[in-house]
């Protein structure tokens, strides 16, 4: 039975090596004629639980997925931190923008 794809929304980490295999990822899906709706930056930052301060732990060195889309010609999506409030409503199963308004 075929299955007609949508799209592909792709997920990488600021580290190069990530970055060079969504190249390959991108460039498949060209070939294979499935339409990239965008990327997604996975834990681009990290945001302290105490006082919200965000920081780089993976520091794009080449400009990270942002830089990337942009030479590829791919939408950036944008960019999802590291924060302990995420995960902790992704376990219970409520939705993180309802439980933390306020959050990044």
Do not use: H, W
């Amino acid at each position: 039975k075929k299955v007609k794809i949508d799209g592909a929304v792709i997920v990488t980490t600021p580290q190069e090596v990530a970055l060079l295999d969504v190249r390959k990822e991108i460039s498949f899906c060209r070939k294979t004629k499935i339409p990239i709706l965008g990327v997604v930056e996975n834990m681009s930052s990290f945001s302290c639980p105490n006082c919200g301060f965000k920081t780089s732990i993976f520091p794009p060195i080449s400009g990270g997925a942002r830089q990337m889309c942009k030479e590829m010609g791919v939408q950036y999506l944008g960019s999802v931190p590291m924060d302990s409030k995420l995960l902790e409503a992704c376990e219970k199963g409520v939705s993180f923008l309802s439980t933390y308004p306020g959050a990044p």
